[in-house]
Antibody, heavy 119, light 107 residues
Framework: EVRLVESGGGLVKPGGSLRLSCEAS????????MNWVRQSPTKGLEWVAT????????YHADSVEGRFTISRDNAKNSLYLQMNSLRVEDTAVYYC????????????WGKGTTVTVSS | DIQMTQSPSSLSASVGDRVTITCQAS??????LNWYQQKPGKAPSLLIY???NLQAGVPSRFTGSGSGTDFSFTISSLQPDDFATYYC?????????FGRGTKVTIK
């Protein structure tokens, strides 16, 4: 069974940091590009970051550029999102997702982990 | 970024009804358009990819059509399990962007 399991969410003060993790199973992780997508009541579904299977292409949305960093460890079948300088508007459910064939064709979603930024 | 305008934002329908949702892109995206279903407290789930292709395991009552800037999504005969929120999403380039969603509720 193909599974993505996120962890690392929580409550953090503005300006703080969090590291999200996503453990993948049931497929050949290194062969797929992966993403973080977030969802909030105010902004809806929002693309956060993408990383290619071989680590040679990385994209971050303008809204997180310079603050968030996507990375992966193919030996551990794991995806990460390092989030620094967090803002109230980063509050959302963060989903780990898998692309099929093309960047953006998301065919598998994790259950999500909640990040709350509040003082 | 490409903007996706989805309508209506909500609709009320009965079991057995035919339901259609539209999605308009702010520029030509070819057929790089997905449709997702989301139920409360759950992650979205892929239903249709590349505008009209049914994801494996998805019932055939779900269909998609369109190309360029105008797309539509239809449920031919609404079933009790279909009451949910539906989203369109382009993937013509990065970043992919989503519509604001259509919430389908029971009449």
């Amino acid at each position: 069974e193909v599974r993505l399991v996120e962890s690392g969410g929580g409550l953090v003060k503005p300006g703080g940091s969090l590291r999200l993790s996503c453990e993948a199973s049931g497929f050949s992780f290194k062969n797929y590009s992966m993403n973080w997508v977030r969802q909030s009541p105010t902004k809806g579904l929002e693309w956060v970051a993408t990383i290619s299977g071989s680590n040679n292409y990385i994209y971050h949305a303008d809204s997180v550029e310079g603050r968030f960093t996507i990375s992966r460890d193919n030996a551990k079948n794991s995806l990460y999102l390092q989030m620094n300088s967090l803002r109230v508007e980063d509050t959302a459910v963060y989903y780990c997702t898998r692309d099929r064939v093309s960047y953006g064709l998301v065919d598998v979603w994790g259950k999500g982990t909640t990040v709350t930024v509040s003082s | 970024d490409i903007q996706m305008t989805q309508s209506p934002s909500s609709l009320s329908a009965s079991v057995g009804d035919r339901v259609t949702i539209t999605c308009q892109a702010s520029q030509d995206i070819g057929n790089f358009l997905n449709w997702y279903q989301q139920k409360p407290g759950k992650a979205p789930s892929l239903l249709i990819y590349r505008a009209s292709n049914l994801q494996a395991g998805v019932p055939s009552r779900f269909t998609g059509s369109g190309s360029g800037t105008d797309f539509s999504f239809t449920i031919s005969s609404l079933q009790p399990d279909d009451f949910a929120t539906y989203y369109c999403q382009h993937y013509d380039d990065l970043p992919p962007t989503f519509g604001r969603g259509t919430k389908v509720t029971i009449k």
